[in-house]
């Protein structure tokens, strides 16, 4: 049995709503256990929605289409049905994937994102307004996973959120913040009306914010499926949404919405120890640099090591490597040829560990040369997304769902439908620069492609196959070295899931080594200086899920960064 390092009182698996964020944006929370099943979101609302659903029976699919529809009422600036999602799904024997990532239009050229002067546009410039929405791919992701593994009624697991979004919700301290600190969204004559007062400002802590067209938004999916989004009134609300928008018009059309498709990819997966490690695959670059940083690693003893500054060189050192790699390699699958069994080989991997000097940082990584390739004359890009979300849910029958899910930046375009969601930026996500050096990027806009992602969606197994740990969180591109951090605290440090997503934030993107402001992490920057390591302390608000499994229950852990919660039954 797993010995855990349990540092706070045990929680109630009751326990629902968030104590309010201390200034730094950190409340201390309790680890939470519970014995049949758990749910771990961004908002109480939002795990309450699932774990309604759990309690009566549901799957792990089912809870998650609950989870995700009350996140779009109560997380609205980091999901919902107008973004793209990645899900990962265990069934006790079998690891799917499932990719509901946006598209861009048909209409999508390479030079999308380039200037009248023919550079790339400032990031703000390209993402408000339709230029910068793709095809939303969440409702056919949730559906498309409700039919294979759902136990409940479709029009039961929508009924948490449409109650809600009918009924109302009080607004939180974290999304009043956020509207307070937001520049574009009061541009969007329907989101002022809906998040603000007549006078211009956010609408208070507590308000109850009701959102009827929304609602009937859901109801209508209730009745006749996704395909009610993807066609009629709502596909045709999008597609005036974004043409319409008056400087930054978009493309996508009737034509594109009823064309999209979920995709089922290979699960990746890779050993760590005596773990199986496994996730999303290309178009997102999440779980390949999370094994890649987890492989190089391992030749170490990260067990004796404990969270400190050389910890954080390893991880950092392995992190510059695997987003080296990640630069130039990892893009939309059905346009390019991913080597994703070479940047997971374990021979590859081992020869990208013999580059790390114990004694001293390498700077800037290069990309390496992974076997099992075809030719490639890609340049590097990169692209992120801030608005994200999470959820880690584990059923009574033993089911997980890991899933991650985006709408891009904070609030997405800043384009809310009449029907009552905002619309993702998510195409900002591929590169403004189609070339580099002359030559294509990986990463660059085309007509139907998906752009990549960081998404590091994860669920580990043990030794003997048997689901271990569901882990995920948001963060743009830190999102990898979230992941492969509280994979190390939950393998290595054997802590339990809180302190585990509690532990400081750290890594490298293959820029400076970067450590959460704020926290004991600060203590380490003298020795990795000494390292000759560039550091730079930033604010990382992860926002990570973890949930474990033990012979005796499920222990749950939501990040204490935000307001989420692990409940269950």
Known sequence: MTIFCL?????????LAPAPEAPTGRTTKP??????????AANPLAAQAGREILAAGGSAADAAVAVQLVLNLVEPQSSGIGGGAFMVFWDGTTMTTLDGREKAPAAAKPE???????KPMKFYDAVVGGRSVGVPGTVRLLEAAHKRWGKLPWKQVIEPAARLAEEGFTISPRLNGLLTQEKYLQNDPTARAYFYDADGKPKAVGTVLQNPAFARTLRTLAENGADAFYSGEIAGDIVTTVTGHATNPGDITLEDLKAYKVEERPAVCGPYRTYKICGMGPPSSGQIAVQQILGIIEGQDMASLKPGPEAAHWIAEAGR???ADRALYVADPDFLSVPTKGLTDGGYIKSRAA???????????????????????????????????????VDRNGNAVS????????????LMTKSGFLLNN???????????????????????KRPRSSMAPTIVLDGNGKLYAVVGSPGGSLIINYVAKTLVGLLDWKLDPQVAVDLPNFGSRNGPTELEAGTEAEAWKAGLEA???????????????AIVVTPGGLIGGADSRREGVAIGN
């Open 426 to 448: 998510e195409l900002t996500d591929f590169s403004f620069a189609p070339l580099e050096d002359g030559k294509p990027v990986a990463n660059r806009v085309e007509a139907g």
């Open 7 to 15: 540092s706070a009182p045990q929680a109630s698996a009751q326990t």
């Open 531 to 545: 390292k000759g390591h560039e550091v730079k302390l930033i604010d990382q608000n992860s926002g990570i899920h």
């Open 112 to 118: 999308r994102f380039l200037g009248q002067d023919g």
């Open 403 to 414: 899933m991650t899910t985006t709408i891009e930046d904070g609030f997405g375009a800043r």
């Open 355 to 393: 580059l790390i000097d114990p004694a001293k940082s390498m700077g800037k990584a290069k990309p390496g040369d992974p076997p099992f390739q075809k030719t490639f004359l890609w340049g590097a890009s990169d692209g992120i997304e801030f608005g994200t979300s999470h959820m880690s849910i």
């Open 31 to 40: 680890f939470v256990t519970t014995t049949q099943d758990m749910v771990a």
């Open 321 to 323: 490597l695997a987003f």
